[in-house]
């Protein structure tokens, strides 16, 4: 065969790191004072990502929150429950729960 050096062909190449795309935050959003609830994360995520998330309440007074997404209602108020991934901590998801009544002790 011939070669034909006036044709020419140009590619381009992304190469992307294996990520979490985004987190999914299910559960409930409204709580009384002194109950308990579980939330969940869903992380979509690239094959061979992490799932995991870390959880966090921006009013622990109101609510706190341990690492399986189990909220404790404290006291009156409102919080930010976020579930942030480990793998990408730039991708979280956020609700604001909401508790009502007085505060209760143990």
């Known amino acids: 065969s011939i070669a034909d050096t006036s044709r020419v062909a140009h590619a381009s190449v992304t190469v992307r790191q294996p990520a979490a795309r985004e987190v999914r935050i299910t559960g409930a959003t409204q709580l009384l004072a002194g109950t308990q ?56 998801d956020s609700v604001i729960l909401t508790v009502s009544g007085p505060p209760r002790f143990a």
């Open 37 to 92: 609830a579980q939330l969940t994360a869903q992380v979509v995520a690239d094959a061979g990502v992490s799932a995991a998330v870390t959880w966090s309440s921006s009013q622990p007074g109101v609510a706190s929150i341990d690492g399986t997404g189990r909220v404790v209602a404290i006291g009156a108020g409102a919080t930010r429950i976020t579930a942030r991934s480990v793998a990408t901590p730039a991708v979280a």
